[in-house]
Nanobody
Framework: QVQLVESGGGLVQAGGSLTLSCAPS????????MGWYRQTPGKQRELVAA???????NYADSVKGRFTISRDSTKKTVNLQMNNLKREDTAVYYC?????????WGQGTQVTVSS
């Protein structure tokens, strides 16, 4: 069983910054990919950024140059540094861990960007 605990969401003005963190617990395999997705009402959940156990990253075009995903030295906690936030970044952000064909999700954290 894997649990993902997210933190760091909140309200920020446009142009501001926030950092989201995701702390996994349970059986975490050495080979995995962790990422952040986001969802707004009426829309599908979309990938924001992902990072493999080897450190390879992937970003949605809409956040390239503004968001940075990273893993700490233990390769467990994953952070998403979000800079120059825009109103369209407003969403519920979900942490994801994928390993051995299984996918686990956090409970989600709200990010609201005001103008």
């Amino acid at each position: 069983q894997v649990q993902l605990v997210e933190s760091g969401g909140g309200l920020v003005q446009a142009g501001g910054s926030l950092t989201l963190s995701c702390a996994p617990s349970g059986v975490i395999l050495a080979i995995n990919t962790m990422g952040w997705y986001r969802q707004t009402p009426g829309k599908q959940r979309e990938l924001v950024a992902a990072i493999t156990d080897g450190g390879s990253t992937n970003y949605a075009d809409s956040v390239k140059g503004r968001f940075t995903i990273s893993r700490d030295s233990t390769k467990k906690t994953v952070n998403l540094q979000m800079n120059n936030l825009k109103r369209e970044d407003t969403a519920v952000y979900y942490c994801n861990l994928a390993q051995r064909g299984m996918s686990f999700w956090g409970q989600g954290t709200q990010v609201t960007v005001s103008s």
